[in-house]
């Protein structure tokens, strides 16, 4: 029995050995729940920090949204109210803003072209066209039956340095010559809202007047244009405008010019090289998010000195003054002002001339000429466009003295009454079909135009 003692009966070292093992389980049970506890904190504190930070990007996210829809809506205002024509059309040499654009180089100028090409009709032989009670220039003529390459364009545009901007017109008419159509500098860095134009340019009068002949709506231009200012009126000179630092469009100006274009002539020799002078003043705004309009007045005051025009039989020559003025409407109209898809546009001008001088060595005195058009289009998908326009003109009546000359209006007023359908391929190029019933002459004319419109290399702004 004694030997057996030791393996029944536990030795102290063992009790201890047991004992120590029981507080390292106990405590690796303390040591465990407390770094569950630990990181179910760091888990929740973590968590929270996420969703914290989520809803601070989602605010954020909003508000650009917000902000984006509020510039985008503010831009699009913007352009209703200043723009650019609504329609896309091909452009290369529209006149440009204030503010040169900032991609033309002095070193590297914008270069772009337009070709403008017509297949034409007629019912009357166009070589023998006249307006009865006009004397016309020679801008005013109609296009030649058959294929013509029309008037096509090349244009150089750029920034010469920060403070002027230039731009030079090249013209390509139907008669393979070659000409200056616009060649001017303008500054870009005036205070208070002036602007500064020298050179050749089109005139700042009427509505239509500035613009390019390849931005029309229609092939030609309305009767009171050809009558009055023989198609446009452009000359050398010198142009101001102040646009006024008001929330609605309001702009006012001043021309004066060499006196060499029609309705003037031959007087830059005689009146210290001025024989033109303009002003007009256009103001405009929004009507609510989908129209926009634009008003405006101008006044061309001329002198001629044996200024000459081809006649009946042979050239008419006037020596006189000339005072036209002009009033010019356009409303445009799109759906939340979104141009792309669908819209419309109205416009219209009224001219009022009047004339005190000498033709062909007889009297003219205070003689009153007038004519309007009002033209409307609309776009009714986004390549597709239709138009109508109906224009006039009337010249008073001189008695029996001006019989059979060019300034016998007939007693009758010209009358033409305009329809066309175009497509764009893109906003580089047009196609366009017209047809015209002229009562220009007392016998009708029934005119067919076939017309496309491409326009290749830099693309400017186009005019309100």
Do not use: C
Not at 10 to 15: D, F, H, T, V
Not at 111 to 129: E, H, M, W
Not at 144 to 160: T, Y
């Amino acid at each position: 029995m004694a030997l057996l003692a030791p393996t029944l009966v536990p030795a102290p070292a063992q009790a201890q050995d047991l004992t120590q093992l029981q507080r390292d389980m106990k405590q690796m049970q303390q040591q465990y729940e407390t770094a569950i506890a630990k990181l179910r904190g760091d888990y929740d504190a973590r968590m929270k920090d996420m969703e914290t930070r989520l809803k601070s990007a989602e605010d954020k996210a909003t508000s650009a949204t917000s902000t984006a829809a509020d510039a985008q809506k503010t831009a699009e205002a913007t352009q209703l109210q200043v723009a650019s024509a609504p329609a896309p059309a091909p452009e290369a040499a529209a006149s440009p803003p204030a503010s040169a654009p900032a991609s033309a180089s002095g070193f590297n100028p914008a270069i772009g072209a337009v070709l403008n090409g017509t297949f034409t009709g007629y019912t009357r032989d166009p070589k023998s066209y006249r307006i009865p009670g006009f004397a016309l220039g020679d801008e005013a003529r109609l296009l030649p039956r058959g294929f013509s390459i029309g008037e096509s364009e090349i244009n150089l545009q750029a920034n010469a340095d920060p403070y002027l901007f230039a731009n030079l017109t090249l013209s390509f008419p139907g008669d393979k010559t070659v000409g200056v159509e616009e060649g001017f500098v303008q500054s870009t860095s005036l205070p208070f809202g002036l602007t500064a134009k020298a050179g050749r340019f089109f005139s700042g009068i009427g509505y239509l007047n500035e613009q390019h002949s390849h931005t029309w709506d229609f092939v030609d231009q309305p009767l009171p244009y050809r009558a009055f200012l023989n198609n446009q009126y452009g000359d050398d000179g010198v142009q101001v405008r102040w646009l006024a630092p008001t929330d609605r469009f309001l702009e006012f100006g001043a021309e004066a010019a060499r006196g060499d274009a029609f309705p003037a002539g031959g007087t830059a020799d005689h009146n210290a090289g001025v024989g033109a002078w303009s002003l007009f003043a256009h103001t405009g705004d929004d009507i609510g998010d989908s129209a926009n309009y634009r008003i405006g007045l101008s006044q061309l005051w001329t002198k001629a000195k044996d200024r000459t025009t081809d006649g009946l039989s042979g050239t008419d020559t006037y020596s006189g003054t000339d005072h036209t003025y002009i009033a010019d409407a356009v409303l445009k109209w799109a759906p939340n002002g979104n141009f792309v898809d669908r819209y419309v546009k109205l416009q219209g001008e009224y001219f009022l001339r009047q004339e005190n001088g000498n033709f062909n060595g007889s009297r003219v005195g205070n003689r009153i000429q007038t004519g309007w058009y009002l033209q409307g289009v609309y776009q009714f998908l986004p390549r597709w466009r239709v138009g109508l326009r109906y224009d006039q003109v009337h010249a008073a009546s001189l008695g029996s003295g001006f019989a059979g000359t060019t300034l016998d209006n007939l007693a009758s007023t010209s009358r033409r009454y305009t329809s066309m359908v175009d497509y764009s391929t893109s906003e580089f190029g047009r196609f366009r079909l017209q047809y015209s019933y002229d009562r220009s002459r007392p016998a009708p004319d029934n005119q067919f135009v076939l017309q496309y419109v491409i326009s290749i290399g830099a693309h400017g702004a186009h005019i309100y």
